[in-house]
């Protein structure tokens, strides 16, 4: 009976060891999902942002006047120009 | 004894369910952690795409700030960016005069314009992203039309705003009719056109192309070139013409003129932006420096082409 109470004992100690260390990687996985729901979200807010400024420019530049639409066409044929030399 | 049992018994039942609620505990834990665990991984490729897009809104985010900042300042962004490409070619122009370089560089040259080809000449440039070199003259520009119904005199206008260099061919071109008379004939007819220009486009041309070339003006070319440098000019001539200034009579003759005078690794091509032969064979011209390694450039100034 007795030997039967040890084992008992020892089965509830590698027990209460899987309990902790379940639970340790409870927390780890539980920290990683708080991390990229913070991401996501502050990721989504910069996405957010930026889209909604990209949005109201993109009316700046679809409603430039033809001569600065002219001007900025030729000013990214000089960036693309100077790319080109490869000296 | 049987008291001692009992006992024995009882702690057995305590340790028995204890173990049962541990296992139990774990297995929910487990489950859990399995949750988390797959919940944890969707999380993480959401991130991971997320990402992808926010890389993708940044680019876009900071190509469309590149435009808002060009367009603040677009005029002073456009000199800015002139100079640094001409500082580049300057360097890559002496490397290669050196022979440091084996590149190659043509600078595409339109004589006597603008006439009512010259928008198609235009196009053509756009079509293949090219910036070239307009020597125009002025007399009789306000009568000629293109088959839009343009009128020349707006073309200087047109060429400027496209980015090409505009140059100085004087304002009558009259190579017979007293041009070269004397030296200051020569100048005041270089100073007629730059005024042209410059009400024209705003710009103030610093290169010069002596009508029929330098050769033509004679026992005046020296002292026509000082005055051209007192008064802050360069002159170029050309080293590959199809020779179309005359009557070009068809394509191939000039086809073949073009690739016999091409031979050196930097050439000034002469064309006259007049002639319907010419602008047949510009594309082909273009493809046909482009496969043999040339940059086309405009002619700038500080170019070793442009003699001072």
């Known amino acids: 009976m007795k030997k039967g109470i040890k084992i008992l004992l020892s089965l509830i100690i590698l027990s209460l060891i899987m309990l902790l260390f379940n639970i340790y990687n409870y927390y780890i996985y539980h920290n990683k999902q708080v991390y990229y729901l913070n991401e996501i979200n502050s990721i989504t807010n910069e996405i957010n942002d930026k889209s909604i400024y990209i949005l109201d420019n993109k009316d700046t530049l679809n409603n430039l006047d033809d001569i600065t639409k002219n001007k900025l066409k030729v000013y990214e044929k000089w960036q693309r120009k100077i790319k080109e030399i490869d000296i | ?308």
């Open chain 2, 1 to 308: 004894m049987a008291k001692e049992n009992k006992r024995n018994r009882y702690l057995i039942y305590i340790l028995l369910t204890t173990l049962i609620i541990t296992i139990f505990i774990n297995i929910i834990i487990t489950i859990n952690i399995n949750l988390v665990q797959n919940e944890t991984n969707i999380l993480k490729d959401n991130y991971n795409n997320l990402n992808i897009n926010k890389n993708y809104i940044e680019n876009e985010y900071n190509t469309l700030n590149e435009k808002l900042s060009s367009i603040l300042n677009i005029d002073d962004n456009i000199n800015n960016i002139k100079n640094d490409f001409f500082n580049k070619a300057k360097t890559l122009e002496d490397k290669i005069l050196s022979g440091e370089s084996d590149k190659k560089i043509a600078y595409l040259t339109f004589d006597d314009g603008p006439y009512n080809l010259t928008y198609q000449f235009l196009d053509v440039l756009d079509r293949y992203d090219i910036f070239a070199t307009f020597f125009t003259i002025g007399l009789n520009k306000d009568d000629c039309f293109d088959y839009r119904g343009h009128d020349c005199s707006g073309i200087y206008a047109l060429e400027a705003s496209k980015g090409h260099t505009m140059a100085n061919h004087t304002y009558s071109h009259a190579i017979f009719k007293g041009l070269y008379n004397s030296t200051d004939s020569f100048i005041e007819q270089v100073k007629m056109q730059e005024d042209l220009i410059y009400k024209r486009t705003g710009t103030k041309t610093n290169i010069v192309r002596f009508p029929g070339g330098s050769a033509t003006a004679g026992h005046l070319k020296y002292e026509i070139i000082d005055r051209l440098r007192d008064t802050g000019y360069g002159w170029v001539d050309w080293s590959s013409s199809i020779g179309d200034g005359g009557n070009l009579r068809n394509y191939d003759i000039g086809w073949n003129n073009f690739i016999n005078s091409i031979n050196s690794n930097i050439e000034v091509v002469l064309m006259h932006d007049y002639n319907k032969i010419t602008l047949q064979l510009l594309p082909n011209e273009i493809e046909y420096l482009k496969n043999n390694g040339y940059y086309i450039f405009p002619l700038f100034y500080e170019s070793n082409m442009v003699n001072k």
